[in-house]
């Protein structure tokens, strides 16, 4: 049942099988500095469960003011034996199961019913395994296999074990936010096969006069439960927590339905974290959100089950034996043929191909909409095609992939710009990206921007046509000919020409671009300094992917790294840092720079990032940077998409090329980053053991967690993405502009071409630099922590900038 690295302990007549992550003191560290770096401040309650926390809480069980267990405990003895009837046979498997004290009542139904087997889950081995040996005391014959894990790394592990009855009691699913509720049950219900059943205890929501009482009772054994989390710091990660300043607050907030519970500084702690080399400041007065514990009614959470893809079988709501202030309810879910809800699928990809290429097209033609035909067929940079040969490329390449018949990856095929074609007799030539640099596709015989768009609905016509044709589809409405890799090479091909067009519109000075979908409020500067720089501990990751469907061939296959530890910095260097770095004569010290960045310096007499301009004094004198004794950012405007606007501080630098990063590094005492140490800050959480697909986890983007998708074409501030940092506590690595890294391009071991060599392969070597994390201008359904962009060093029309890494 379990993973092999886990730890298999025999008992007298039971196994635990305990996940290592569940004894490592970092991601406990990186929990805590993740927590307390969080505005308003929070810790992981699942951390409130040492040894010493486990016997806290059974103790609150049972003090006169806890109801929950009493309650719970009734109608579990009064319908055991309907829910193993409803449930049938099968393992019973319990999150959280503690002392599974009241789960003897379902216990005694199970065994009654014939030999049993349960599976116990909790985060602490030590309590499951004297829970364990209760049990088989108390039921010989019973098969007993516990997992001492959390709970996201133990129900991997049971998927494929039905039939089974996953038990969910004490209305644990209670101290999950509401935005978390829907991912654990979808969780759930991918875990679960058709068949298997859920069985849920929730709290109902009731007076808070009775809430409030019971998280916080009167023989303060609930306040000792919240200290000793501080304790366990103190003795796990050398915190250095003053617990008398530890005050217990536990209040109900009406509005969403919760209580919620603190920790309050009486005094002004430092908290010290080693580990990380960090040390953080709690102010007196300032309060740390440690546990919440939401409140259900009862067709809320049906409701929130079923549409999971569960229907109910049975369910007991009771006012326990204290009166009607115990209102808790038992619900009883069976898994149906429902498919589970898709868990990973990159964010803001619609899930038929119809709605995905779609989507995609509809914002090309957003992006273009506003734009001359002249403004179309003009190459406005060398660097960049003609935007109509972007938009009749999109086609093309779209009509060789989805409209052949056969294998779409047979043939040889060709793609200096990364866009594959066919064989090359059959390429027409206009569009064939090897046959004619981007230098010179101004001199190709374009055709009319109408017959550029009118050849773009035609071909989409029939890839529609295509889609909708009922012979040999599957039962999804799929054509077995388009895989769903094929799709999604397709929509993520266009838009990556979406992000091109952007690129060849921010060199223009002389365009006012603005079109409709970009917001019009930009996110705001976080509070906190961000020149801090965090500690990555020595220790191997895994790198890369294996996902066929969304990921390219360069990303693959995922493999093992190990790294020595080094310093990161929280964000990506910003305007006011690099300003620091032209006042002190960066770009004349030969001492910064590399040989072949020094002549790229002196050949093309780069003296500030690319879109920054002098900004003219009153008297219309430049007032440049000399004598300043202080950083002014109003020195310099930037030119953002035609608009001089004055030069942001505190916001990401961008449009710099690899040899200025290179060299602002020296500057600075530091380097830029190897790909694999980006990638490990980025994606890599020590805390389950594996890469996230993106730098907060696996849920899908949303605004509030990177600046991508286009909806603000300017890097946002630092610091205004709390909600996306990494598992390492690092900010903006997905969106704003792509970094540079120190690693040259080239495949990972096992590399494998597909579907074509000419996408990736034709680039490697020692000519282009690796970028990592995507920009602005990235849609999200392209963006993750695995993708590699690559330029050459010199490149500046691209949305890059950097951060620095040093080494501990």
């Given at each position: 049942?379990a993973?092999?690295?886990?730890?298999?302990?025999?008992g007298r007549g039971?196994?635990?099988?305990?996940?290592?992550?569940?004894?490592s003191?970092?991601?406990?560290a990186?929990?805590v500095?993740a927590g307390l770096?969080?505005?308003?401040?929070?810790?992981?309650?699942?951390?409130?469960?040492?040894?010493?926390?486990?016997?806290l809480?059974?103790?609150?069980?049972?003090?006169?003011e806890y109801?929950?267990?009493?309650?719970?405990?009734?109608?579990l003895?009064?319908?055991?034996?309907?829910?193993?009837?409803?449930?049938?046979?099968?393992?019973?498997v319990?999150?959280?199961?503690?002392?599974?004290?009241?789960?003897?009542?379902?216990?005694d139904a199970?065994?009654?019913?014939g030999?049993?087997?349960?599976v116990p889950v909790?985060v602490?081995?030590?309590?499951?395994?004297?829970a364990c040996l209760?049990?088989?005391?108390?039921?010989?014959?019973?098969a007993?296999?516990?997992?001492?894990?959390?709970?996201?790394r133990?129900?991997?592990?049971?998927?494929g074990?039905?039939?089974?009855?996953?038990?969910?009691?004490?209305?644990?699913?209670?101290?999950l936010g509401?935005?978390?509720?829907?991912?654990?049950?979808t969780t759930i219900?991918?875990?679960?096969?058709?068949?298997?059943?859920?069985?849920?205890?929730v709290?109902l929501?009731?007076s808070?006069?009775?809430?409030?009482?019971?998280?916080?009772?009167a023989?303060?054994?609930?306040?000792a439960?919240?200290?000793?989390?501080?304790?366990?710091?103190?003795?796990?990660?050398s915190?250095?927590?003053?617990?008398?300043?530890v005050?217990?607050?536990?209040?109900?907030d009406s509005?969403?339905?919760?209580?919620?519970?603190?920790?309050?500084?009486?005094?002004?702690w430092?908290v010290?974290?080693?580990a990380?080399g960090?040390e953080?400041?709690?102010?007196?007065?300032?309060?740390?959100l440690?546990e919440?514990s939401y409140?259900?009614?009862?067709?809320?959470?049906s409701?929130?089950?079923e549409r999971?893809?569960f229907r109910?079988?049975?369910?007991?709501?009771?006012?326990?034996?204290?009166?009607?202030d115990d209102?808790?309810?038992?619900?009883?879910?069976?898994?149906?043929?429902?498919?589970?809800?898709?868990?990973?699928?990159?964010?803001?990809?619609?899930?038929?191909?119809?709605?995905?290429?779609?989507?995609?097209r509809?914002?090309?033609?957003?992006?273009?909409a506003?734009?001359?035909d002249?403004?179309?067929?003009r190459?406005?940079?060398?660097?960049?095609?003609?935007?109509?040969?972007d938009?009749g490329h999109?086609?093309?390449f779209?009509?060789?992939w989805?409209?052949r018949?056969?294998?779409p990856?047979?043939?040889?095929?060709?793609?200096?710009?990364?866009?594959g074609?066919?064989?090359?007799?059959?390429?027409e030539?206009?569009?064939d990206?090897?046959?004619?640099?981007?230098?010179?596709?101004d001199?190709l015989?374009?055709p009319a921007?109408?017959?550029?768009?009118?050849?773009?609905?035609?071909?989409r016509?029939l890839v529609e046509q295509r889609?909708?044709?009922?012979?040999?589809l599957?039962p999804?409405g799929?054509?077995?000919?388009?895989?769903?890799?094929?799709?999604?090479?397709?929509?993520q091909?266009?838009?990556?020409?979406q992000?091109t067009?952007?690129?060849?519109?921010?060199?223009?000075?002389?365009?006012?671009?603005?079109?409709?979908?970009v917001?019009e409020?930009?996110?705001q500067?976080g509070?906190?300094?961000?020149s801090?720089?965090?500690?990555?501990?020595?220790?191997?990751f895994?790198?890369?992917?294996?996902?066929?469907?969304?990921?390219?061939d360069?990303?693959?296959?995922?493999h093992?790294?190990?790294?020595?530890?080094?310093?990161?910095?929280?964000?990506?260097?910003?305007?006011?840092?690099?300003?620091?770095f032209?006042?002190e004569?960066?770009?004349?010290r030969?001492e910064?720079?590399?040989a072949?960045?020094?002549?790229?310096?002196?050949e093309?007499?780069?003296h500030a990032p690319?879109?920054w301009?002098p900004?003219?004094?009153?008297?219309g004198?430049?007032?440049?940077l000399?004598?300043?004794?202080?950083?002014?950012?109003?020195?310099?405007?930037a030119?953002?998409?035609?608009?001089?606007?004055?030069?942001?501080?505190?916001?990401?630098?961008?449009?710099v090329?690899?040899?200025?990063?290179?060299?602002?590094?020296?500057?600075?005492?530091?380097?830029?980053?190897?790909?694999?140490?980006?990638?490990?800050a980025?994606?890599?959480?020590?805390?389950?053991?594996a890469?996230?697909r993106y730098?907060?986890?696996?849920e899908?983007w949303d605004?509030a967690?990177a600046n991508?998708?286009q909806?603000?074409?300017?890097?946002?501030?630092?610091g205004a993405?709390?909600?996306?940092?990494?598992?390492?506590?690092?900010?903006?690595?997905?969106g704003?502009v792509?970094e540079?890294?120190?690693?040259?391009?080239?495949?990972?071991?096992?590399y494998q071409?597909?579907p074509?060599k000419?996408?990736?392969?034709i680039?490697?070597?020692?000519?282009y630099?690796?970028?990592?994390g995507?920009?602005f201008?990235?849609?999200?359904?392209?963006?993750?922590?695995?993708?590699?962009n690559w330029?050459l060093?010199?490149?500046?029309?691209?949305f890059?900038?950097?951060?620095?890494v040093r080494d501990?």
């Open positions: 049942m993973p092999p690295d886990w730890t298999r302990v025999e039971f196994v635990i099988h305990v996940d290592p992550l569940q004894e003191p970092l991601a406990f990186l929990s500095a770096d969080s505005r308003p401040r929070r810790l992981d309650a699942r951390f409130l469960y040492d040894a010493v926390g486990s016997q809480f059974e103790r609150i069980t049972e003090q006169p109801y929950l267990t009493r309650a719970e405990t009734r109608l003895a009064a319908g055991a034996r309907d829910i193993r009837a409803a449930a049938g046979g099968g393992a019973l319990e999150l959280g199961s503690g002392a599974s004290t009241k789960t003897r009542n379902l216990l199970w065994c009654a019913a030999p049993a087997t349960y909790d602490d081995a030590h309590a499951l395994a004297k209760a049990l088989r005391c108390r039921y010989p014959s019973l007993v296999e516990g997992l001492g894990a959390s709970y996201e133990a129900l991997p592990a049971l998927t074990a039905s039939p089974m009855t996953l038990a969910f009691l004490g209305s644990s699913l209670g101290n509401w935005h978390e509720h829907t991912e654990f049950c219900a991918a875990t679960l096969a058709p068949g298997d059943h859920f069985l849920i205890g709290d929501v009731k808070p006069a009775a809430l409030e009482a019971a998280y916080d009772d023989a303060g054994i609930t306040a439960f919240t200290r000793n989390l501080f304790a366990r710091m103190n003795r796990e990660l915190a250095n927590i003053p617990l008398d300043a005050r217990h607050v536990a209040f109900y509005d969403h339905e919760r209580i919620e519970i603190f920790a309050e500084a009486t005094r002004e430092n010290r974290l080693p990380l960090r953080l400041r709690v102010a007196r007065g300032e309060r740390i440690t919440v409140k259900f009614r009862p067709e809320a959470i409701a929130l089950i999971l893809g109910g079988v049975w369910r007991a709501i009771g006012q326990g034996v204290d009166g009607d209102g808790f309810g038992l619900f009883l879910f069976r898994r149906t043929n429902t498919p589970a809800p898709a868990c990973g699928r990159p964010p803001s990809a619609p899930i038929t191909p119809h709605a995905l290429l779609a989507e995609t509809a914002r090309t033609m957003e992006i273009v506003g734009l001359t002249d403004d179309l067929r190459q406005h940079s060398r660097l960049m095609s003609p935007i109509a040969w938009l999109i086609a093309h779209e009509a060789l989805l409209l018949e056969g294998s990856a047979a043939g040889s095929r060709r793609d200096g710009d990364r866009e074609s066919v064989e090359e007799d059959a390429v030539p206009l569009y990206p090897l046959a004619t640099p981007r230098a010179r596709r001199q015989p374009l921007v109408e017959e550029v768009r009118r050849h773009m609905r035609a071909v016509q889609l909708d044709a009922p012979g040999g599957t999804d799929r054509d077995p000919r388009l895989p769903p890799w094929l799709v999604t090479l397709v929509s091909h266009e838009a990556q020409h992000e067009i952007l690129q060849s519109l921010a060199l223009r000075d002389d365009l006012r671009y603005r079109p409709g979908f917001s409020r930009p996110p500067a509070a906190r300094p961000t801090e720089s965090l500690l990555v501990p020595a220790g191997a895994i790198m890369g992917t294996n996902d066929r469907e969304w990921a390219y360069n990303e693959r296959p995922a093992e790294v190990e790294l020595p530890a080094f310093r990161i910095d929280r964000t990506p260097v910003t305007n006011r840092g690099y300003l620091a032209m006042r004569g960066g770009y004349t030969r910064l720079w590399s072949s960045g020094w002549r790229w310096r002196a093309t007499g780069a690319r879109h301009r900004a003219p004094r009153p008297d004198v430049w007032r440049g000399e004598g300043a004794t202080e950083i002014r950012a109003d020195a310099w405007h030119v953002v998409f035609g608009k001089t606007t004055p030069l942001q501080p505190d916001s990401p630098v961008v449009h090329s690899w040899y200025e990063a290179d060299a602002y590094a020296r500057w600075a005492g530091g380097r830029l980053p190897t790909e694999p140490e980006w990638e490990k980025a994606a890599w959480d020590p805390a389950r053991g890469s996230r730098p907060w986890g696996d899908p605004p967690r991508l998708d909806r603000h074409l300017e890097p946002a501030p630092a993405f709390a909600a996306g940092r990494s598992a390492y506590g690092c900010e903006q690595m997905l704003d792509w540079w890294t120190a690693t040259w391009f080239d495949g990972y071991p096992g071409s597909f074509y000419e996408y990736s392969e680039f490697f070597g020692q000519t630099r690796v970028l990592r995507g920009s201008a990235t849609r999200a359904s392209v963006a993750r922590a695995t993708l590699r330029d060093p010199e490149r500046r029309q691209i890059a900038g950097f951060r620095c501990a």
